[in-house]
Structure formats: C-alpha cells, structure tokens
C-alpha cells in the first residue's frame, strides 16, 4: 500500500479511531486530527484574539496541550468538543493576559501592496470603520460574525467551537446582522 | 416601529442567514406592503454580501502546520496513566511478586492437568494473553496480562461499575495464555476491548466491542459487547447487542438458498462460538497455566 492511498483510507477514519491510535502512539494519527480541526481551531482563535501571530501560537499550544492529555481522555469522549475547550481555556488565558499587556495588532493595518495607494488608503479607511463598528459588537456576535464572514466557516463548525447549538448560532449571527446595520446607518456607511 | 415590523425583522435576519430557507407567505407579503422592512432586508442582504469583501481573509500561514508538526515530534510520548502506588516502588514490586505467587500457586493446585490447552483467540490477541474459560470451555471476555491502553482512574470507578450481581457471582472460569503470535501486530478493538473488560470498566470494554464489530462484523464481537454492556449495567444496550448477534450475516450466500434451514443450530452464531472453542483448543503442555 502506498503512503497516499494509506493516508486517503486513513483520512475516512471517525475521530474516535484516530485518537485511539494516537493513544496507544501513532503520531501519524495525531497528525490526522490535526489536519481535520485545524481550521476551525484558527478560525475560533483568530475571531476571539484577533491577532494572526498570536492566533497560530495559541492554536499550536492546544494542540500541544491536547496531544500530552491523550492519556486522558476516555473512550466515548467526544475528541473535537475536547480540543475546542482547550482552546477555549488557553484563549481566555490569553485575553486576560493581555490585559495587563497591551498588544497592538501592526501587520493588519498594513495595506495591500498590489493596490494603487489611493485606492489602498479607502480599502483601508473602510475597513478600518468596519473594524470599530465590529469592535462595538458584542463577544458573541463578533466571534460568530467574524468565524463566518472573515474565516467562512460554516454554521456546524462554529458551533462546535463554541459548543452551542446551530441554532444559536443562526440567532447570533442575525443578531450580529441586525446590530450592524443599525449602526451602519448612524455612521452613514449605508 | 410597530411591534409587528420589529417581529418581521427578527424573522427576516434570520430568514437571510439561512442558505435554504424559503420565506414564508405572510412575511413576503409584510415586505412588500410594509417600506421600512423591505429596505431592512434589502440592507441586510447588502451587508451580508459587503463583509467577506471587507473583512480580511485570514488564514493560517503555511508553516503552522510544519511548525506544529516539529514540536510535535520533540514531545516524548506522553506515559500512560495507570496504576499509581502509594507505597515505595520496592514494596510495590514485592506485593505483586507476592500476588502472582499466590494466584499461581493457588491455581495451579485448583485445576486439573488435562485443562493445560492453549486457546486460539477469537480475535488477534498479544502474545501472552490470559483468555478465561467456562467449565464448559467456552471463552469469555478475555484479560491481559500487559497493559495496553488504561484509563485514568480506572481503580477508582472500579467499585461503582460492577454491577450487584457480577460481585456476588463466584468465579466459574479458569485462566489459560494464549501462546499463538498475533496475525497482526496492531492493536484492534476487540484487544482494547478485552483490556477495559479485565480491568472492570464493563461500559469502556462494551464500546470497544462495539467498535470491534462494527469493523468486523463478526456475530462473536456483538455477543461480547452484549456480555460487558450487561456488566455495565446497560440493560438496553445488551440487548440491543444481543439481538444484532442472533441476527444472519447479510453477506452470507447459504442464507439466500431457498433449502437451508435458518434456525439451524450449526449456522447460529453462538453455536460458532462453541465450535470455535472447543474446535481450537489444543493440549500442549508447555503453556503456562495460572
């Protein structure tokens, strides 16, 4: 059997065989499950910290964090909604960290070098006043606007990120919707 | 805004970030007659299509995963939590020394010679595996002597999880090792299976046998799963188990022979599992009898 057509049957794998073979040391497997949430544990992370750099680290670490812990986990213990609260708990981690240290995101407000500069400067100034609008939202409608909009991500796959139902999170993301337009109006963005 | 607008456009947000919803009668016809909830959905609409173009795609940089991956590899392989004594490692050593003498001691005194056979497993076992028997020399859920996969906290559910009645029941099975090398050296299901039944997590050791036939389909696997679901004190789930192992084999050809007898004992698959213990036992006298 070949390495591809190895990993190709391995990819069909559920989740539960996979952390099973991790477990008992197959890193390839690990590897898998790595592959298969990486995505979503980025999206999640980068939604709440709003931060690249910061994002990947935080999403190296949970995976880190989860791969010493695979001793722990049980059997029927459902593998994805596992990583998502360690990736919950080490975002909020982070966050209050950064209340004590202050971290200003520079590479974002670099504009686009493939753009002319005046054309740069509006893209930039718009999203800039989308940016605070989207800052003024509450947590729960930016984290769901942004894993959707920013990060296309589909409804299931942030619920499971943030461990609510999907109807909740249609709610959250019509609410967000709602919010914004409201405030697009008073900014005169509408 | 009139309450009923102010519903409408609850309804309408919600309608718009729905990909397949269609919208209802009433509400198309509030859009139409009502201006400020036609421009809501309409600035709904507009504000849904403007932000993946104003938002920024963000996505993870290429070296994530490479970076992930090296870290990885430097992470020793994370022990497996077991067994954790409370007492000085030496003492630790020389109770179980104890324990295994008095087991062996006791049970080679208990059972007879001719009971020295050597059991091929039902499924691929380590080499070394301690396999129960009945009296009647059928296999039940088998131990091991190694350690494959424990569970944390496996000593202290210990208690809760026998059920009343597996306590009280005396011990009506011998142990004999299986000495037969594994037909593959991966771990399977059923051997994982066969760990969490000998170290009592009976709902553990029924899932893995669940997983284990629903690889194999193999009518034996079920029956095993039914037995630690029943320890488990899962009643249904037994059952359920039960029921999948009286049930034919969909890939069997004899079964679709207008002839054949479907409630023929040698077809059945506990008739199988009798067969296949007394079938492959053999009496070598060289296999170590606890």
Known sequence: MTSASMTQEQTQESDEVLVMAARLGDRRAFNLLMQRYR???????????????????????????????????????????????????????????????????????????????????????????????????????????????????TYKEIALALDIPESTVTGRIAGGLRILRERFRREGLL | MKIICMLR?????????????????????????????????????????????????????????????????????????????????????????????????????????????VVRPLYPLREGTVVALTPAGNPTVPTTKQGLVPTPHHRRNRKKQLTPKAKNTPPTHHYVVAVNAPAHPQVTWAQVGSYYAAQGEYRDAATAYTFAYQQQRDPRLAFVAGQAAENAGDPIQA??????????????????????????????????????????RTVESSATIF
Not at chain 1, 58 to 86: C, D, G, H, Y
Not at chain 2, 23 to 46: G, Q
């Open chain 1, 39 to 153: 995505p979503i544990a980025f999206a999640y992370a980068n939604a709440t910290l709003r931060h690249k750099e910061e994002a990947e680290d935080a999403v190296q670490e949970a995976f880190l964090r989860a791969f010493q812990s695979l001793p722990k986990i049980r059997v029927n213990a459902t593998w994805s909604k596992w990583l998502m609260q360690i990736l919950r708990n080490h975002c909020i981690d982070i966050l209050r960290h950064r209340k004590c240290v202050q971290i200003q995101p520079l590479l974002d407000s670099l504009p686009d070098l493939g753009d002319s500069p005046e054309w740069a400067v509006l893209k930039e100034e718009r999203r800039e006043k989308l940016r605070i609008v989207i800052d003024g939202l509450a947590e729960k409608y930016q984290i769901a606007l942004l894993m959707h909009y920013a990060s296309g991500r």
């Open chain 2, 9 to 117: 456009q609850r309804q309408l947000a919600r309608l718009s970030v729905k990909s397949s919803a269609i919208m209802p009668t009433t509400l198309k016809r509030h859009t139409h007659t009502c201006a400020e909830c036609h421009h809501f959905y309409e600035d709904i609409r507009r504000i849904q299509q403007a932000l993946p173009q104003a938002l920024a795609q963000e996505v993870s940089s290429t070296d994530l995963d490479n970076l992930l991956w090296a870290r990885l590899q430097q992470q020793p392989q994370a022990p497996i939590r077991g067994w954790r004594s409370p007492y000085p490692l030496y003492m630790a050593a020389m109770s179980t020394v104890l324990c295994l003498a008095a087991v062996g001691y006791y049970y080679n005194n208990e059972l007879p010679e001719e009971s020295a056979s």
């Open chain 2, 239 to 280: 059952l359920e188990l039960f029921t999948q192992t009286l049930q034919p084999k969909l890939d069997n050809p004899n079964s679709d022979k207008p002839g054949k007898d479907k409630h023929d004992e040698t077809s059945s698959p506990l008739h199988s599992i009798r067969n296949c213990s007394s079938a492959e």
